[in-house]
């Protein structure tokens, strides 16, 4: 299984903002100390997750905001709730 240290431009992952609880991402950049990760359903918003810990940029005592690596299991819970809140927000 993938690390986070691992990740590369073009992964997959599942990750948390202020808004939702589980994302589908990908990963557009890759700095010394920074994961990049933009969303699929909003690509014009980028965060920036810590490599080491995988926790949201500015925010590190919040284990809330956090970056996963994709798994089967993240990825279905990710697209279920997309689903309901999409059908929730018409």
């Known amino acids: ?20 609880a589980y994302q589908l991402g990908e990963v557009v950049g890759v700095t010394r100390a920074y ?4 969303s699929y359903d909003e690509f014009d918003h980028v965060y920036y997750y810590n490599k080491r810990t995988g926790k949201l940029r ?3 005592g919040c284990k809330r905001f956090i970056v996963q690596v994709a798994t089967e299991e993240l990825k279905e819970k ?3 709730l997309s689903i309901n809140r999409h059908t929730l927000s018409y």
């Open 1 to 20: 299984m993938k690390k986070l240290e691992d990740l590369q431009v073009g992964d997959e992952v599942v990750f948390s903002t202020f808004i939702y």
């Open 35 to 38: 994961i990049v990760v933009a």
């Open 58 to 60: 500015g925010l590190s």
């Open 78 to 80: 990710a697209k279920k």
